[in-house]
């Protein structure tokens, strides 16, 4: 993919997510969208299964399977709509929706371009216990790099933070850029907000996590989405309520940090591996 500038205006959608209502949700994050549009945005993200929360029970009725552009598969298809959202209002534009696929169901981070073409699709690798992921999805099987104009960005899913194996894979290959969607829920704040930085700051790379607001179940989720600098800053940050960060960042700061401690020439992979 031909490359331009590497400054690129991010925006996170933190959003309630309304329990089994895709087309509420679908709705609600129309709304978002078109103000992170109007701000210029080229890269939009949605946070984790941010069209139906954790109603997995249901999947078979509420997962779609992946489309590929924005006249793929049927009216009522969820991937194909989030592919017309990116191309109707010209961003690239990711979220993670249930997909159903040879029989299984998946926790599916699709990315669309601008023209409602998939850009790149993570499955997620790491299913999490304590919201009984594993009881009815399956995992993913490949760490998904996504070539963007402005930098390759490695894609991850929630509890995939708490890996740090899969950021390292991903800086090793080049990328400059973490996208993560996620329902990262109380009382672990704390560990959501050390582990971004932790991400950031031990692959010199931007991090940019949205996670949802709002209460499903007895779990609450408490936003702090955010986006952090390959220094371990903070740029922006949300509180608990719904939000739309827009951001400017220049991935050309990965190399320059990368320089400046050169942490990857520096490694002993003979030793460990």
Known sequence: MERGSETLTLTLV??????GEPAHNFARAEEFLA????????????PELWSTAYDLGRAGELASP???NAGD?????????LAQMAQRHNVFL???????RDGRYFNCFALYAP????????????????MEEEKYLAQGSEAVLASLPWGDAGMAICYDLRFPELFRNYALRGASLMLIPAEWPQPRREHWR?????????????????NRVGETNGSTFFGASAVIDPWGETLIEAGESEALLTVEIDLAQVEHVRKRIPVFEDRRPDIYG
């Not at 103000?35 to 949605?46: F, P, T």
């Not at 990711?94 to 159903?100: D, K, Q, R």
């Open 14 to 19: 933190q959003m309630d997510c309304t329990l």
């Open 35 to 46: 103000e992170a549009a109007q701000r210029g945005s080229n890269l939009v993200l949605l």
């Open 66 to 68: 992946l489309a590929h």
């Open 73 to 81: 598969g049927a009216p009522d298809n969820w991937f194909r709509r």
């Open 94 to 100: 990711g979220g993670s929706i249930l997909e159903a």
């Open 115 to 130: 023209d409602g073409q998939l850009r790149a699709t993570y499955r997620k690798l790491h299913l999490f216990r304590l």
């Open 194 to 210: 050390t582990l971004l930085r932790a991400r950031a700051i031990e692959n010199q790379c931007f991090v940019a996590a949205c």
